[in-house]
């Protein structure tokens, strides 16, 4: 099992920058797919971005696409997620999440076992 634990949320003026940091123990995390989602008040969890494990593949959600950037360090057993040019809509409580290989798509919750506890992030306008 893995352990995932979310930091760096906050708040922040829209159009600033906030880097959040996903941080493993227990399993090695470039051993898993990890993906980061987000939940924002009275709407529906929602797919930001992933990473593969073996081979460090990307994929981001088209609204992220350019300002969001998902990275890991594996000496750190981390996983980052840069956000820039952040807007009000992008207040939600983010997570990050693992998985090992399933078949089913990273943008989908069902592709992963082990949670965060999520960490808020608050744009103001």
């Known amino acids: 099992q893995v352990q995932l634990v979310e930091s760096g949320g906050g708040l922040v003026q829209a159009g600033g920058s906030l880097r959040l940091s996903c941080a493993a123990s227990g399993r090695t995390i470039s051993t898993y797919i990890v993906g980061w989602f987000r939940r924002a008040a009275g709407k529906e969890r929602e797919f930001v971005a992933h990473i593969s494990g073996h081979n460090g593949y990307t994929t981001y959600a088209d609204s992220m696409k350019g300002r969001f950037t998902i990275s890991r360090d594996s000496a750190k057993n981390t996983v980052y997620l840069q956000m820039n040019g952040l807007k009000s809509e992008d207040t939600a409580i983010y997570y990050c999440?693992?998985?090992?290989?399933?078949?089913?798509?990273?943008?989908?919750?069902?592709?992963?076992?082990?949670w965060g506890q999520g960490t808020q992030v608050t744009v103001s306008s």
């Open positions: 999440a693992a998985g090992g290989p399933s078949g089913i798509s990273p943008r989908s919750p069902a592709a992963f076992d082990y």
